[in-house]
Structure formats: C-alpha cells, structure tokens
T-cell receptor, first 113, second 119 residues
Framework: DAKTTQPTSMDCAEGRAANLPCNHS???????VYWYRQIHSQGPQYIIH???NNETNEMASLIITEDRKSSTLILPHATLRDTAVYYC??????????????FGQGTELSVKP | GAGVSQSPSNKVTEKGKDVELRCDPI?????LYWYRQSLGQGLEFLIY????????KSGLPSDRFSAERTGGSVSTLTIQRTQQEDSAVYLC?????????????????FGNGTRLTVT
C-alpha cells in the first residue's frame, strides 16, 4: 500500500490560507489521493480527491505535483471551524481490496484567532 | 439528502455481553465499510461490503467480530462476548461503489459513529 507522510501538527492564523502538505512517494499511477478531516467527536468528513490534475471545490483546493509524489491541500481562508485532524490517503487499488481507505495519523491543524 | 445513519449513538454494555451496531447507508450506495477508532487512536478498517461480492473481512480483529449486510442496504456489526478493549467509536461509511475505475473515484461518506463502552 502506498503510504503517506504528513506533519503531525500545524498552526494557521484565522483568515489566512492553510497549506497542508503530504508526501506519497510510492503512489502508483492509477491511485487516487483523498483528503478527509475529522473534527472532535464526529465522523471523518470528505474534502476532496484527485488523480493527476489539480482539483478545486467549495471547501478546498488540491495541488498534486507532476510526478504525483506529493500533494498539498489548501484551505483558502481558514476559520476557527477548520480546526481538525486532516488525513491524506492514497486509496488502495487492488482487485481484492475494494478501494478501502487506510487512515494514517494525519495532521492536527489549529486555526488561531 | 440523508447521510449515513448509525444507531445507537451510544452503547454501554457489560463485559461478556453481545452487542449489535446498526448502519443505514446512503440510499443507492452499493459499498459499505466499517471502521473503529479507539480513544486517541487513528481509524482502523474492519470490513467492507460491495454489492453481492464476498466481503473483505481482513480488518476484523478476532472471530468475536462479525458483520452482515441484508438486502444490500442495512448492515449490522456484531461483537460477541465483549471485552474492555472493544471500547471504541465504531464508524460506518458508504460509497457509490461499483467496479473498476469508478469505485475508486467515489468518496466514502461517514456516519457519526456508535460510541461503545464495555464496563
């Protein structure tokens, strides 16, 4: 399984962009990168995913390097409600493994006033 | 529309008792997943159902754990002879699923879990 490496924690000032990095140097060419976040006492919330191209939705932008070995999740204007653990996941893609998500430890993002 | 629904939201049971946890996936989602999260720990994959295919049970920690999915919709996770180490939040997720490339391009959507406490 392609593993991911994320910083354990990060701080961000409210109103600023939060840039969360992720390394996935062993990713295969057809594996997707997914981002989720988990706010205390809630289930993980889907944010965004991508394969090769950069992606943007109402929550965030995902920048994937050309060699696909790393990516960055961008929250353009962080608010206090964005404080959460953010998970970068390379989705397992194997015939008998059904596309399950394997979560690592994630990055604990603290947005400060 | 309605998200993934889990019940009960909280369950306290005595060591040695059996428990059943229920998951109602999003309508139309063919794939269903169970995870658990122990206090202060990450999410641990337990089991995965996709349509009528044999489930992927590779994450079940022991034979005390089992799950079924009736009619391709509702799923029940059963823990027999509960132990204190089974205390955790049990999370269910669903996705559009399918086969091939499409399945990997369909996000999982999670419920808020069942908090199980074994005393």
């Amino acid at each position: 399984d392609a593993k991911t490496t994320q910083p354990t924690s990060m701080d961000c000032a409210e109103g600023r962009a939060a840039n969360l990095p992720c390394n996935h140097s062993t990713i295969s060419g057809n594996e997707y990168v997914y981002w989720y976040r988990q706010i205390h006492s809630q289930g993980p919330q889907y944010i965004i995913h991508g394969l090769k191209n950069n992606e943007t939705n109402e929550m965030a932008s995902l920048i994937i390097t050309e060699d696909r070995k790393s990516s960055t999740l961008i929250l353009p204007h962080a608010t206090l409600r964005d404080t959460a653990v953010y998970y970068c996941i390379v989705r397992v893609r194997a015939y008998n493994q059904g596309g399950k998500l394997i979560f690592g430890q994630g990055t604990e993002l603290s947005v400060k006033p | 529309g309605a998200g993934v629904s889990q019940s009960p939201s909280n369950k306290v049971t005595e060591k040695g008792k059996d428990v059943e946890l229920r998951c109602d996936p999003i309508s139309g989602h063919t794939a269903l997943y169970w995870y658990r999260q122990s206090l202060g720990q990450g999410l641990e994959f337990l089991i995965y159902f996709q349509g009528n295919s044999a489930p992927d049970k590779s994450g079940l920690p022991s034979d005390r754990f089992s799950a079924e999915r009736t009619g391709g919709s509702v799923s029940t996770l059963t823990i027999q002879r509960t132990q204190q180490e089974d205390s955790a939040v049990y999370l269910c997720a669903s996705s559009l699923g399918g086969v091939g490339r499409y399945s990997y391009n369909s996000p999982l959507h999670f419920g808020n879990g069942t908090r199980l406490t074994v005393t």
